[in-house]
């Protein structure tokens, strides 16, 4: 079978269920096989004008639950990230942000609280600090022609010392780039009290389950589509039904609480002590 938006935009919406987008708007045109469909009319030519086709490429969070789903391995995301590449134009070039601070590690701050003052005081470590806003260059990692000189500028960035993230969307960048990258969680005492929501990049595991597993935090949905991102949001929130979480990425938990989600997640914990006294 060819990996072409023909075979998806002939489907008969069999994902649809499955994709976070389209379960949350309920609308036929957030679907992978509508989305595919705008591709198929847009061809192979490169064409960086037609809005209402680079609106729906932007339709996506990457979780990746379409091809999960799919009988006959269609790479979804792939075709998305090479049609983003081919009919819209790059962004301005990435620059990378500054290290503050001297030490063997690295906290990535990505998340509007900066925790690493709180890992010094609780854990005996040499920690700098680097504060992105942009998810180290995530809209440059979601295309196929200026992810690889990101990764040439996180190696160069990070070097050999050990970054620690909160993120899982910053943890995955700083790995496919062949840094050495930890968890914050991997700090902090395996036993938690709430049970764990498992977001789309996270290991399948013992938790709550819902039937999507992508709270719309991702890009491109949360940079091209901030409202329908949020509907992703709520869409989850209902799901929960007031029940109270813990998630290990902190992304997905902050997108979870300003709808008001009950999430706890390990910048939480951290800040409550919960860690133990042995050094990492």
């Not at 976070?20 to 609308?27: D, E, I, K, S």
């Not at 301005?92 to 709180?118: F, K, L, N, R, Y």
């Not at 013992?206 to 091209?224: F, N, Q």
Request: aromatic share 2%; charged share 20%.
């Amino acid at each position: 079978m060819k990996s072409l938006p023909d075979t998806c935009a002939l489907c008969p919406r069999l994902c649809r269920h499955k994709c976070p987008v389209a379960v949350a708007t309920g609308l036929e045109s957030t679907t992978p096989t509508a989305i595919m469909t705008n591709l198929v009319m847009l061809g192979q030519v490169a064409d960086t004008t037609n809005t209402e086709a680079n609106q729906a490429i932007d339709l996506c969070t990457r979780c990746g639950e379409c091809e999960a789903a799919c009988g006959v391995d269609q790479p979804v995301v792939d075709i998305l990230d090479a049609a983003r590449t081919r009919h819209q134009a790059p962004p301005a070039p990435w620059q990378a942000p500054s290290i503050e601070g001297a030490g063997s590690h690295i906290a990535i701050v990505c998340s509007p609280e900066d925790w690493t003052a709180s890992l010094k005081e609780a854990v005996d470590i040499d920690l700098a600090s680097l504060h992105t806003h942009d998810h180290l260059g995530e809209l440059h990692r979601i295309r196929k022609d200026t992810k690889a000189e990101v990764h040439a500028a996180l190696r160069e960035l990070i070097g050999d010392k050990v970054a620690i993230c909160t993120c899982l969307t910053c943890l995955t960048a700083l790995m496919a780039a062949g840094c050495e990258a930890i968890h914050l969680a991997s700090f902090l005492d395996t036993q938690q009290k709430l049970p764990q929501w498992r977001t789309c990049q996270c290991s399948p595991g013992p938790g709550i389950r819902t039937m999507v597993t992508c709270c719309g935090a991702r890009a491109p949905l949360i940079t091209s589509h901030p409202n329908i991102a949020n509907m992703v949001a709520e869409d989850l929130h209902r799901r929960l039904d007031g029940q109270a979480v813990y998630i290990e990425d902190t992304r997905c938990s902050t997108h979870l609480k300003a709808v008001g989600t009950q999430v706890v997640d390990p910048i939480d914990r951290l800040k409550n002590m919960e860690i133990p006294n042995a050094n990492r």
